[in-house]
Structure formats: structure tokens, C-alpha cells
């Protein structure tokens, strides 16, 4: 099978026919994050977001991830990619030299937009990261017969002594000396990961000790922090791309899945893995909603943050409000539209770290209701300023796009959220479904 993931040294360089579904999932699912500044969007974050310095526009950067998705599955060189995305952006407004104002210092300052430099950069650095994390992603599923990853240099002309030093090294697929040295490392850098079996690995003279990793201290000017960077790494590269992405994707994955099965089977999957599910989508929601937030603009998107349990499931079934599946879907509106309300009435609504950490909330709620007046499911949380409730509409239909799937969506969808009173929750309007506990 051919290396999907090696890039030759000219500018030109290719990839191997066919699309690597991992590298392509792994980009596919980056959610879109404006900055200002490269070191905005952090080491980690980078694994879960889409971010090109000085690009506020999230149509634009959304427009720009979804091309490099195009060049990595048709396997287009960079000459060709750019071709078709220059036009584009000097139509946009996203070349040569502009004034832009700092959001976080508000000093206006003469900045470089597109540039074939820039282009470059953009399209190697997300590449490769990409094929990177394809990479790990297809060694979880092979590391029983190929346990190790062999360090090999790449095509470059020249190296950094530092990743010279590291040829040659050959160590178990989950070692933590991968968690920093995962190439690639640095901007442009070729560094590549051969998995190997235990005969080639002895047949080189077996696995190698981890090398010793030394630090340097390196100061982030953005927030005036010092880091503790191994040295030979381009600060911000000191992650690993696939291990961190993980989470956040197999998370999303699963919840898109509820939509596709029966609520039973749904709500019985879901409740398996409740714990470990609930906190990785928190992450990944609380990152969209913190998005959300800082651009004021729905895009006509929803996320799956929660599913009905199978005692809710099975009362409802009992009571003739049978849904289609187990899925509680968030849309972009109804966040902004709270967001709305937690700015209009100050202390009194729900705060964008409540709504982000729905997921977590619809796991472990103090108890679920049915609303006689409204027909619809209202689940109840602690809050820091008293009780939240989450009112949920069963087969709502509501235009919006889940993933892929564009039009009007039909799901079990959040239509309001806010705080309320033990005593109107309590009241005879509401059936319990889910008993009350402290």
C-alpha cells in the first residue's frame, strides 16, 4: 500500500492516489475559529479548530477548510489548490497588505493578508497535520501486529539537528514521547512516523529507550506566559494531533449516530457510555457555543448535545409520544437566542458556560418533566443562581443543517432554556418522569 502520508520536497508535491478518510474525517470535523493572532488558537485547540491568523470571516475560513478537504481527497499539489483559491480570496478582500484593529489590545496595526507565501504555509501545515492524525488514528486499529512507530527524517534538503538526532528512533506506537514528538513539529517540517512490526523493530536492534526530552523556556508575548517547550519543536507544535482530536471527533460521531437508530437502541448506547461521552461533548460544545458567542452569527447549524434516556424513552412510549430516535439536538439560533436573553436580563437567565456544558446537564439532571400545557420534555439542572430548565420539542422540524445533512431537520430539539422556581416546576402542570433528588 502506498504512504498516503509522506509530501516530496518541491512545491509540487502530490499525494498518493486516493482520499486517506482519516486525514480527511480528522479535517472535515474542525470546527471554524477567528483570530487575530497565531497564538489566539493554542496547541491543543488546534486538533479540534480551523484558524488562519487575520481571517475573521467564519464563511471565509469555512470556505477555505472545505477547499483544503477538496485538495486533500482529490489529491491536488499545492500549484493547483492555490490556482483556485487565490481568485477567491482577492474577491473576498483577503490579500496583500491592510489596517486591522487588535481585538484583544485594540491597537490598530498594517498587516499581511493572503500571500503565495502564506498559501504555502496554510496548505502544508494543515496537510500534514491532517495525514498525521490520519496516521494514528489507522495505528489504534493495526498496532496489535505493527506496535511501533520508527522516527524517519523526510525529503528535505536540510534538517534541524534536532529531528537528525531522533532518526532512528523506534518505540511502541503509545509511548508519551510521542504525545510531544508527533511530527509534524514545526512549519515545514517533513518529519515522518514508519509503523513497524516487532521483527523489522528487532531486525533494526529493537525498540530504542525514549529519548530524554530537554526543555527551553519560551515566552508567549500574547499573554505575557512563559512555556516550557521541548527543545527541536516550533512552540504550538508540542501536541499530538490525532491523540487530542480523538475525543472531541469520536464524540461527535457517536452523537450524529442517534439520529440514525431506533430511540431505544439509541438511548441504551448513549446510557453506556454516558460518563465518558457527556464530558468529551461538553468540550467540544462549550467550544462551539464560546464561537458562537464571539461571531453573533448563526450559520444555520446544530449540534447533538444529550440523548433521552431509556426510562425517559419508555415513558414516553407508554404515554403515546413515541419519538423517532433519542437524539436533543442544540441549534445555533436557539444558543444565540439565550445568549440574547443572559445579556438582556443580567443574573436572571442561564450563562454561555451553562449552555456549553449541556451535554454534561442532560446526562445527570435533577429530574425530567413532561409539560402537560406545551407537550414537550423539560429537563432540570443545578445551577450556581438556582434551578435550569431545558425545554425540549419532540420531532420538531426546524431549518437548520446537522453535519451533512441540510433542510428542514426533525429531531428532539431544545427550544428554550432558562432558570425557574422549585416551586412552578413543581407545580400540578407537570408530570414527573424522571423523580426528583438532590
Same mark, same amino acid.
Given at each position: 500500500m502506498a504512504d498516503t502520508t509522506s509530501l516530496s520536497d518541491s512545491p509540487e508535491f502530490t499525494?498518493?492516489?486516493?482520499?486517506?478518510?482519516?486525514?480527511?474525517?480528522?479535517?472535515?470535523?474542525?470546527?471554524?475559529?477567528?483570530?487575530?493572532?497565531?497564538?489566539?488558537?493554542?496547541?491543543?485547540?488546534?486538533?479540534?479548530a480551523f484558524t488562519i491568523a487575520k481571517m475573521a470571516e467564519m464563511d471565509l475560513l469555512a470556505d477555505v477548510r472545505d477547499s483544503l478537504a477538496n485538495a486533500l481527497e482529490?489529491?491536488?499539489?499545492?500549484?493547483?489548490?492555490?490556482?483556485?483559491?487565490?481568485?477567491?480570496?482577492?474577491?473576498?478582500?483577503?490579500?496583500?497588505?491592510?489596517?486591522?484593529?487588535?481585538?484583544?489590545?485594540?491597537?490598530?496595526?498594517q498587516v499581511r493578508l493572503g500571500s503565495p507565501r502564506r498559501l504555502k504555509i496554510i496548505y502544508q501545515t494543515n496537510l500534514r497535520t491532517a495525514h498525521a492524525a490520519g496516521q494514528w488514528a489507522r495505528a489504534q486499529r493495526t498496532k496489535a501486529t505493527l506496535p511501533y512507530f520508527r522516527y524517519t527524517l523526510g525529503p528535505s534538503v536540510r534538517h534541524r539537528p534536532e529531528h537528525a538526532a531522533l532518526e532512528g528512533t523506534t518505540l511502541p506506537v503509545d509511548d508519551p514521547f510521542w504525545d510531544y514528538?508527533?511530527?509534524?513539529?514545526?512549519y515545514n517540517c517533513k518529519c515522518r512516523l514508519l509503523q513497524v512490526g516487532q521483527a523489522e523493530a528487532d531486525a533494526a536492534g529493537g525498540p530504542s529507550p525514549a529519548p530524554k526530552i530537554g526543555y527551553r523556556d519560551w515566552k508567549n508575548k500574547r499573554t505575557g506566559q512563559v512555556e516550557r517547550v521541548p527543545v527541536g519543536i516550533t512552540?504550538?507544535?508540542?501536541?499530538?494531533?490525532g491523540k487530542v482530536a480523538r475525543d472531541a471527533y469520536a464524540s461527535r460521531l457517536y452523537a450524529r449516530n442517534l439520529e440514525a437508530v431506533p430511540a431505544r437502541l439509541g438511548s441504551q448506547a448513549m446510557s453506556a457510555q454516558a460518563g465518558y461521552l457527556a464530558q468529551t461533548m461538553s468540550k467540544d460544545v462549550g467550544n462551539w457555543v464560546r464561537e458562537l458567542q464571539a461571531s453573533g452569527q448563526a450559520r444555520g447549524e446544530a449540534r447533538v448535545v444529550g440523548a433521552l434516556s431509556p426510562e425517559v424513552v419508555d415513558w414516553l412510549e407508554n404515554h403515546g409520544h413515541t419519538p423517532s430516535n433519542a437524539a436533543i439536538v442544540l441549534s445555533d439560533h436557539s444558543v444565540l437566542? *439565550? +445568549?440574547?436573553?443572559?445579556?438582556?436580563?443580567?443574573?436572571? #437567565?442561564? %450563562?454561555?458556560?451553562? =449552555?456549553?456544558?449541556?451535554?454534561? *446537564? +442532560?446526562?445527570?439532571?435533577?429530574?425530567?418533566?413532561?409539560? #402537560?400545557? %406545551?407537550?414537550?420534555? =423539560?429537563?432540570?439542572?443545578?445551577s450556581q443562581r438556582g434551578l435550569g430548565k431545558v425545554a425540549i420539542r419532540l420531532e420538531f422540524k426546524e431549518k437548520t443543517s446537522l453535519g451533512e445533512n441540510k433542510g428542514k431537520l426533525q429531531s428532539n430539539v431544545i427550544r428554550t432554556m432558562g432558570l425557574d422556581k422549585a416551586s412552578n416546576l413543581m407545580s400540578k402542570r407537570f408530570d414527573v418522569i424522571q423523580k426528583w433528588r438532590d
Open positions: 499525494f498518493s492516489p486516493g482520499p486517506d478518510r482519516a486525514a480527511l474525517d480528522y479535517l472535515r470535523a474542525k470546527r471554524i475559529q477567528p483570530s487575530f493572532d497565531y497564538r489566539d488558537v493554542w496547541r491543543q485547540e488546534h486538533a479540534s482529490q489529491g491536488k499539489p499545492f500549484a493547483q489548490w492555490q490556482r483556485e483559491i487565490r481568485p477567491m480570496l482577492e474577491a473576498r478582500g483577503w490579500w496583500g497588505v491592510k489596517d486591522m484593529t487588535d481585538p484583544v489590545t485594540g491597537e490598530k496595526h514528538y508527533y511530527p509534524p513539529t514545526g512552540p504550538g507544535f508540542d501536541t499530538h494531533p437566542h *439565550s +445568549l440574547r436573553d443572559a445579556k438582556a436580563q443580567a443574573g436572571k #437567565t442561564i %450563562t454561555v458556560d451553562d =449552555v456549553g456544558s449541556l451535554p454534561e *446537564s +442532560l446526562a445527570n439532571p435533577v429530574s425530567v418533566l413532561w409539560d #402537560t400545557r %406545551t407537550n414537550s420534555l =423539560v429537563y432540570v439542572s443545578k
